[in-house]
């Protein structure tokens, strides 16, 4: 029921160009849904997406952002277990339910969409009035009543990537954990180790805020990137973490990461190293008998639902990463400022700038 018939969404219009276009409301396809924008952020994904990588070959412009809350305005008729006007959360990451890893629930393993050219199996087009959920039925959840929106936005994306570099790793009670850089991901990675009974959680950042923001979410200490590995190895007397997670995409602080773990522990690696195509990793002594393990964004709506149920009634409140506010038309500057790392910025809520009351 959208009361509008123009949408605006931030589109990339070429290598590292951003702007605002207009277009008619999406009409969704038989399994689709078409949701109105309540709340969307920005990820270091879409800085990635934005300024590293060219255009798709015949596409001149792809709608950005990929985590959002939203209010559901269209179903497509195929789409069970919503009505219009619902509060929902989709994946950042779609699945098409129906192929071999879908069904072992990893959607975001999906072996069909994104794998033909022009199925995409990423959301796009989260900052903008509306947008579209692909095969909704399984790739949203409803949101419940008691969660706040932002609360509910990160079960999407960050929040999940978080979780998963820990649920990956196998990180057991007891486990000494570090979490290499403390963005969004490596901060969610952080509060997860301390929930999945991690013993020492030691957080790697280098931004006081960032570094304050993993204190207050579980990590006993932490310490700066540089001289890292000396530190971590002094903190576990010579021998080693358990489990090293990787959050940020460098070559530099995967190698730290493999340096601090100890012999038969695991590297869990959910830094994005976007353009680059190769990883220059030392393959001395500390290479051998570890277990290394990647991840993408475990998605789809039991997944959205389980981390609804831990966020209303789990020990941290994720909500603190928004530290800053901005409407949907100022998506630039929110570009420019998470991009930019000041103000201690971590999370950017964009919000509508008009509610139209529908
Ligand atoms: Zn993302
Ligand atoms: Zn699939």
Redesign the pocket.
Known sequence: MTTTTVNRTWSKTGMGKLELLEAPVPEPGPDEAVLRTRLATV????LHFLHEFPMPRGVEQVGMG??AVGTVAVLGENVRGFAVGDRVVAS?VVGCGECGNCLRGQLQACLVLGKVPGISNALAGCQGDHFVVPRATINMAKVPEGLSDERALLAG??MSTGFSAVERANVETGDTVAIFAQGPVGLCATAGARMHGAGLVIAVEGVPERAEMAMRLGANVVVEPEGAVARIRELTGKRGVDVAIEALGRAETFAAALECTRLDGTVSSVGVYAAHRSLDVPVGLGFYQRKIVTSLCPSGSDRLRRLFALAEHGPADLSQLFTHRMPLSATDEAYELFGSRRDGVIKIALTPDVEDGS
């Open positions: 990820c270091g994904s879409d990929h985590e950042c994306d960050v």
